[in-house]
């Protein structure tokens, strides 16, 4: 009877307060995350002009380029760190550490006095943003039950679409607030901080992270006795980055998701990290206030953020993994054009980037749906954490030459074809891929 019961319920009558506060939990750390990155993209331009002389004001798209790049590294160094401590300290622990970390530096970032520190504390505020995502998707991915496992994912991604859309509204206001408005931004950011204690307080660890860390200490117990130890008893004993690299079906996938990873990645963060100078080119062309039409032009784009992010859980428990992601990438290559090429009248422009963002930042769903069915539980924070945040090691150079490369080229919209056709890697990469739709977690 309640086989057959939880056949007919809708998905969403299936879950317990505890999986719900999971996903809130997530989907509120993530969402500070987005917030915190769409803020530097809205003030990076204003706070350049407050930092910098200006002699070196024909150069900021240089300058902006590279506080961009040099975040996306701290990133990714932080969200490799990250994954690796949430294996071995628990996904809850790490989620409060790296939490607390980044809003204390985020309000800092309010305090720079020249560039340069402004660039190192971005630099330490990407290692706290990276930290935090591996630990919410292995959470919730090894919470919730299969039949909508995706569909929790993308709402936990949605948070960073929401925190962008925060964000922009938040910039609306306070942008009009004198030259030095971009430090007010950073100072909303301390705001995470009181999400710890609710974190601390009411959300449980991961049981099947607390199963595989009992075998763990246990094989490694056994193995200093000198017992002799299964197969997968040695695969509990072995570094988690290892891990990712010892099996062959492992390391295959791993490869795979690195290159699937480094495509979304690098086209992201070479492309749409310019959307709000663009608009407010645009917009000073056409007379209008620049400022006021990036916060329109950044809510829009984040609402089809949210609705992008959204619906790829939803259609990946559908239709798969497999397509849905091959669909996102198809239609992320073919937006950018209509957004930077064809559409030159702004109003038209605030709708191609609602369709744009549903693609380029929805995209981005595919990996907390997908990456945690690929991996054991034993490395499972680990490999996801690879495949988000290594890529970042490459793609950090996107924002640095598409930054030398606007400048060269006088305008945004070859650099971002240029960098479009990075899409095509993730298209073709896809398919290689198992579909993992309605599978239970790898043990």
């Known amino acids: 009877m309640t086989v057959a019961t939880a056949a007919v319920s809708p998905w969403y009558r299936t879950l317990t307060a505890h999986q719900w506060r999971t996903l809130v939990a997530a989907n509120l750390g993530w969402l500070f995350d987005g917030f915190e990155t769409y803020a530097l993209f809205l003030t990076v331009g204003p706070a350049m002009h407050a930092l910098l002389p200006p002699a070196a004001y024909p150069h900021i798209p240089a300058f902006i380029g590279t506080v961009v790049a040099i975040t996306l590294l701290g990133w990714g160094i932080g969200g490799f760190c990250g994954g690796i401590l949430a294996d071995y300290l628990g996904r809850k622990r790490t989620m409060i550490y790296a939490i607390l970390a980044y809003a204390v530096l985020t309000g800092l970032t309010?305090?720079?006095?020249?560039?340069?520190?402004?660039?190192?504390?971005?630099?330490?505020?990407?290692?706290?943003?990276?930290?935090?995502?591996?630990?919410?998707?292995?959470?919730?991915?090894?919470?919730?039950?299969?039949?909508?496992?995706?569909k929790g994912a993308s709402l936990?991604?949605?948070?960073?679409?929401?925190?962008?859309?925060?964000?922009?509204?938040?910039w609306l206001f306070i942008s009009a607030l004198g030259p030095q408005a971009w430090r007010y931004m950073f100072l909303v950011g301390v705001l995470p901080a009181l999400l710890v204690l609710w974190i601390r307080f009411s959300i449980d660890e991961s049981q099947a992270w607390q199963q595989s860390d009992a075998r763990r200490r246990d094989a490694r117990r056994r193995l200093k006795s000198g017992a002799a130890l299964s197969a997968a008893d040695q695969a509990l004993t072995r570094f988690t980055v290892a891990d990712l690299f010892a099996e062959p079906e492992i390391r295959r996938r791993t490869i795979l998701v690195f290159l699937l990873s480094f495509s979304t990645t690098l086209a992201w963060w070479g492309i749409s990290s310019w959307v709000s100078p663009y608009i407010a080119g645009v917009a000073r062309n056409a007379h209008l206030p620049a400022q006021q039409w990036v916060s329109y032009a950044g809510m829009t784009y984040n609402l089809g953020g949210i609705l992008g992010y959204i619906a790829l859980g939803f259609l990946a428990d559908s239709f798969g993994r497999k397509p849905t992601t091959m669909l996102y990438f198809a239609g992320a290559f073919l937006l950018t054009p209509v957004f930077y090429l064809w559409t030159h009248d702004i109003d038209l422009l605030l709708v191609a980037a609602l369709v744009n963002g549903f693609f380029t930042l929805g995209i981005y769903s595919w990996m907390p749906v997908w990456l945690p069915e690929l991996y054991p539980t034993r490395s499972r924070a680990t490999g996801i954490a690879f495949a988000f945040n290594a890529p970042r090691f490459v793609a950090f150079l996107g924002p640095l030459f598409a930054g030398a490369l606007i400048v060269e080229f006088g305008g945004f919209s070859r650099t971002a074809m240029i960098f479009a056709c990075i899409y095509i890697l993730g298209f073709v990469v896809a398919p290689f891929l198992p579909e993992t739709k309605g599978q239970p977690l790898p043990a």
């Open 156 to 170: 936990m991604q949605c948070g960073f679409g929401i925190g962008f859309f925060i964000a922009s509204l938040l």
């Open 110 to 150: 309010a305090l720079s006095f020249n560039w340069l520190s402004f660039a190192l504390l971005r630099f330490l505020v990407g290692i706290a943003i990276g930290s935090e995502w591996a630990t919410g998707s292995s959470m919730m991915a090894e919470l919730w039950p299969k039949q909508a496992r995706g």
